[in-house]
Nanobody, 118 residues
Framework: QVRLVESGGGLVQAGGSLRLSCAAS????????MGWYRQAPGMQRELVAF???????NSADSVKGRFTISRDNAKNTVYLQMNSLKPEDTAVYYC????????????WGQGTQVTVSS
């Protein structure tokens, strides 16, 4: 059983910064792709950024230049550094692990609320 626990959410003013953490119960280097998703009220869940086991990263166009995904392999933790936050970034942010080698995980964390005031 894979457990993902997000933390670091909170209330911040527009233009501010926040750093989210996702602590995993497994070796994140064994996970094909670790990702951050978000879901705003009334909206579908969307991919924000991801990092592969090989270290390749990418992010959604809406957050490029503002958000950075990274990891600490020794701590089995994935981070999402969010800078220049905008009110439209307000959402519940979720951590996700897709699979380990040939085994599907499709594991989600419980989510952490990020609220950006104008």
């Amino acid at each position: 059983q894979v457990r993902l626990v997000e933390s670091g959410g909170g209330l911040v003013q527009a233009g501010g910064s926040l750093r989210l953490s996702c602590a995993a119960s497994i070796n994140i280097l064994s996970v094909n792709t670790m990702g951050w998703y978000r879901q705003a009220p009334g909206m579908q869940r969307e991919l924000v950024a991801f990092i592969t086991s090989g270290g390749t990263t990418n992010s959604a166009d809406s957050v490029k230049g503002r958000f950075t995904i990274s990891r600490d392999n020794a701590k089995n933790t994935v981070y999402l550094q969010m800078n220049s936050l905008k009110p439209e970034d307000t959402a519940v942010y979720y951590c996700h692990a897709d699979r380990i080698r040939g085994v599907n995980l499709n594991s989600w964390g419980q989510g952490t609320q990020v609220t950006v005031s104008s």
